[in-house]
């Protein structure tokens, strides 16, 4: 897939670039004339994956950040915006966690922490971006939602729920934000083969390979398309669940059988 050619120095925010998707995004956008700032838990790996940007000719900056701390990511997004305004802010970090076995659903703890991470603070970051890219009549935001988000998961109701919130979030910034230039695209994929991914014990259906959901999310971005659901079958998932009766569909959902290790063993974004 060819890449549009830049004319100007482009700034490129990406959140969850420690690994996973951001960092492959990283890697992807990464070419003379363009400047990263990406952010991450892990500081050793996000110099990992800037190290792999800078050897393609981009310029980075990196950012160790808790996105627990919806206050700290704001100020440190308003900074980085006024050193240099950025053009693409790809909201990609997330957390993934599921029911403990034998437990009846996730804990508070996890849920206040998911939701942070997974909506609050994604949610209060675009909304601030979408305000100053529509001030200079351009820009594009990419939120990383899930297809969790189209089914009632009672194993993963955290999860599942924070991306659904994420995704109408998306597409009505998405309505309100058109008339400025300002494109948002919502990033709904199935099973990607990352960390995260590699913590689950079952069945991962039609799973790819990092770096093609990176070219593929990248598309839809730089195209400024509204959605972006992959792979294709996730489409005929989501019609079959909304087309039965909700306590089939939800007995049939209870029948899921998954297992997680625990984030240490595995790492994380």
């Given at each position: 897939?060819?890449r ?8 490129i ?9 951001g ?19 892990s ?25 627990t701390k ?18 693409i ?23 206040l922490?998911?939701s ?35 089914h009632?998961?009672p ?12 995704g109408?979030?998306s597409?009505?910034?998405q ?20 960390p ?8 991962q ?8 959901a990176?070219?593929?999310?990248a598309?839809?971005?730089n ?18 669940e ?5 306590p ?11 297992m ?10």
């Amino acid at each position: 897939m060819s890449r549009p050619e830049m004319t100007h120095r482009h700034h490129i925010l990406i959140t969850g670039a420690s690994s996973g998707i951001g960092a492959a995004l990283a890697e992807y956008y990464a070419r003379p004339g363009v400047h990263l700032t990406l952010w991450g838990r892990s500081e050793e790996r996000l110099e990992k994956t800037a190290s792999t940007a800078r050897t393609k000719g981009a310029s980075v900056d990196v950012l160790s950040i808790d996105l627990t701390k919806a206050d700290n990511a704001l100020k440190a997004l308003t900074r980085t915006d006024e050193s240099l305004p950025v053009d693409i802010l790809i909201l990609s970090a997330g957390m993934a966690d599921i029911r403990p076995h034998k437990a009846l659903a996730e804990s508070a703890e996890v849920a206040l922490k998911m939701s942070m991470v997974n909506f609050a603070t994604p949610v209060a970051m675009a909304t601030e971006m979408a305000n100053r890219m529509a001030a200079r009549r351009h820009g594009r935001i990419a939120l990383m939602g899930s297809v969790a988000s189209f089914h009632d998961l009672p194993l993963a109701t955290v999860y599942s729920g924070s991306k659904a919130g994420l995704g109408r979030f998306s597409t009505a910034l998405q309505a309100a934000m058109t008339p400025y230039n300002v494109r948002v695209c919502l990033i709904a994929p199935g099973f990607i083969d990352t960390p995260m991914s590699q913590r689950l014990d079952g069945e991962q259906a039609f799973l790819v390979p990092v770096d093609k959901a990176a070219r593929k999310i990248a598309r839809s971005i730089n195209q400024g398309r509204g959605v972006l659901v992959f792979p294709w079958v996730f489409q005929l998932t989501r019609l079959l669940e909304m087309a039965l009766p909700r306590p089939i569909a939800h007995r049939i959902l209870r029948k899921l059988d998954v297992m997680q290790h625990p984030e240490s063993e595995m790492g994380g974004n």
